[in-house]
Each structure stands twice: as C-alpha cells, then as structure tokens.
C-alpha cells in the first residue's frame, strides 16, 4: 500500500515533538504522527480561546510558554499560514522547525536571500 504523506523520520531525533496550531491541520498532523506511533508532547497556539484546553488528552500551551524549548523540541508547523507562522517563529529564535504542506511533513530550512524566505524540502 502506497502512503499518502511522505513522512520525514528525522522526527524521531527529537526529545519532543509539538504542533503549532490546535486547529483543523494541526489536529490533521496529530492523527498522521499518531499513525507512526509518534508521542505529541502538545499543541502550541496563540490563540488565548484555545491554550489551558486539551485534544485527545493533550494539552494546549500558549506559544510564549514554551521558549525553553525552542531550540530543543521539533515544532510542526501546518496550515494555510504555515509558511508566515514559520517564518514568525524562527525569528523568535524556534530552530527545530517541520511544515506539514502537501499532506506531506518535510524539514523546513528557513533561510534569508534578498529579505525573501526560501525554502528546502527534507531528504526524500
């Protein structure tokens, strides 16, 4: 059987894995790292409605609580404003950083040439 995502193992050199956005594509992402049996530490947003709430059991974190972490965590970050919320977050100095596009969960390389964003899928 042929997968439908091409699915980036690198995932798995990571001590935690969080998903930003607690919306309808982050809870996509959940359920296909749920299928290779990938443990989701939470979700990160910054929507005050939706942080100190829970999906499946998992919690709902403000992005702002989880500096500590960025530099550790692999953040998964998807949705129709992934590329922008990626870019956000890497200047705030997140370094570990996934995007989910194309039902697809790739390493970004979030690089600057001549202000523009440019990017680099993972290995193939």
Do not use: W
Not at 34 to 48: G, I, M, T, Y
Not at 61 to 84: N, P, Q
Not at 97 to 123: Q, T, W
């Amino acid at each position: 059987m042929k997968e439908l995502f091409h699915f980036n193992e690198d995932i798995f050199n990571y001590p935690k894995v969080i998903i930003f956005g607690a919306g309808e594509a982050g809870k996509c992402v959940f359920y296909k790292l749920l299928q290779r049996n990938v443990k989701v530490e939470c979700f990160a947003d910054s929507d005050p409605e939706k942080c100190g709430k829970r999906f499946m059991n998992i919690p709902i974190v403000h992005i702002d609580k989880l500096t500590e972490m960025r530099k550790s965590a692999a953040f998964i970050v998807s949705g129709r404003y992934a590329i922008s919320v990626a870019d956000e977050l890497e200047k705030r100095g997140f370094e570990h950083l996934f995007l989910d596009y194309g039902n697809e969960v790739r390493v970004i390389h979030l690089a600057r040439s001549s202000g523009l964003l440019s990017l680099a899928p993972g290995k193939e």
